[in-house]
């Protein structure tokens, strides 16, 4: 499936925008040209919503969350940017493990399990993308998703063709 990954970007942002009126959302994207990847739209809208979901229950003072898309020739970068308790050196290697939870006494009444970010991971890698962080404790966090663009053509039999290919290829 083709999905036009800026697309979902502003959908789940309008989302959390109307399910979180006390947070500020700052979305910055200033694209023009294909925003196109081969991925299932809901496994996008899937990752989106761990990142924001996450970004939202990490910040309890400072509640303003960026969203960005961006585009180089081959890659689509999202980035989810928080400014909230952030996470030390030492933890952040380990957040993407399963059931791994920074800080489990304290975290835990914010619920969750510790698997969200490794399914996310999981997800974008299964599609050859990535998904990194950067973080600073006290300071808050990003997350870049970076995903391969699909060039889109606009003759309908090429695209025809396209898509048998990418159903030939999905499993
Ligand atoms: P869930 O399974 O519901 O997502 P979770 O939030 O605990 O629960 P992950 O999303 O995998 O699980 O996150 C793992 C850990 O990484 C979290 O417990 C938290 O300590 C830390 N973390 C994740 N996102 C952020 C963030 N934006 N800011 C600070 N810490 C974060």
Known sequence: EITDAREVVLQVFNNFKMIKPNF???????????????????????????????????STK???IHLSVAKNARYVDIAVQDFGE???????????NRFYRVDKARSRDKGGNG????????????????????????????????????QKHNDKSTRENENKEVEKHTD
Do not use: C, W
């Not at 294909?34 to 990142?51: D, F, G, K, P």
């Not at 050859?128 to 600073?136: A, H, I, P, Q």
């Open 115 to 150: 698997l969200g970010l490794s399914i996310a991971q999981r997800l974008i890698e299964g599609y050859r993308g990535k998904l990194t962080v950067e973080s600073v404790l006290g300071q808050g966090s990003v997350f870049r998703i970076s995903l391969p663009i699909v």
């Open 86 to 96: 952030g996470i030390s050196q030492s933890n952040i290697k380990r957040v993407f």
């Open 62 to 64: 400072r509640k303003e």
């Open 24 to 58: 500020v959302f700052v979305l910055d994207d200033d694209l023009n040209g294909s925003t196109a990847v081969q991925m299932y739209r809901n496994h996008l809208e899937q990752v989106l919503i761990i990142l924001l979901d996450n970004a939202v229950k990490y």
